[in-house]
């Protein structure tokens, strides 16, 4: 019986490889963030990647070019999903200073199941060349930068002038878990390593935490209430 016009497949997008159509760019995606568990950025490859996803590698290509863009793409994900946890770490009731402390764990903690984060953001974020193809949209770190400023902001007391520059908070809980993350070696001569350096890590998570906290409000505006 001849095949009718109702009856034909559905005409694949231009240029997609032949390939499995319930894989997209979220799994190639997906592969790679748990490759990056086991691999340096400059051990991928994008046969591997492809291997991992169980695709072929056309169509990785297909998505993201080559493996920079890839990558690029990558550490865009991780960024937002990085920051989706704090905005919601910060809506959770608590005083200033457990959310501070919530808001250094969650990033010193994200750092440790994604290794290879701060390079790739330094590489694909803050320092990423701009491309033709976003000449009319903003580049990575502004859109990365105002987003994370507007999180931080939650930190701060509505409709009170801050008593601190938001943007001095916003590098210090930058800057303190980057550190803590790129120089272990440091970390371990001054605390050691085992239970003993997570309880020296842990108290200078609430160090930094409480310095920043009498710089928001040095009122004592960020402390519970004493129970009644």
Do not use: W
Request: proline content about 9%; aromatic content about 6%; some cysteine.
């Amino acid at each position: 019986m001849p095949r009718t016009k109702k009856d034909a497949p559905a005409p694949r997008g231009a240029g997609r490889p032949v390939d499995s159509q319930s894989v997209g760019r979220d799994r190639i995606i997906d592969c790679t963030v748990d490759l990056l568990g086991r691999r340096t950025p400059e051990e991928l490859t994008i046969l591997e990647i492809a291997a991992e996803a169980g695709v072929n590698r056309a169509l990785v290509r297909y998505y993201f070019g080559d493996l920079r863009g890839l990558l690029h793409e990558v550490t865009e994900f991780l960024m937002r999903q990085l920051q989706d946890r704090m905005e919601r770490a910060l809506r959770q009731p608590g005083s200033l200073r457990e959310q501070l402390k919530a808001r250094l764990t969650l990033r010193l903690e994200f750092m440790r199941q994604h290794p290879h984060f701060e390079r790739l953001a330094l590489a694909e974020i803050y320092h990423a060349p701009r491309t033709e193809n976003e000449a009319g949209a903003p580049p990575p770190i502004q859109r990365v930068t105002a987003r994370g400023l507007e999180i931080t902001a939650m930190l701060f007391p509505e409709g009170v002038p801050p008593a601190v520059d938001p943007r001095f908070v916003h590098l210090i809980l930058i800057g303190v878990p980057a550190f803590v993350s790129t120089a272990q070696p440091l970390i371990e001569t001054l605390f050691g390593t085992g239970p003993q350096a997570e309880t020296m890590m842990d108290a200078y998570v609430d160090f930094v935490a409480r310095m920043l906290e009498d710089q928001i409000r040095p009122d004592g505006g960020g402390r519970l209430p004493s129970p009644t």
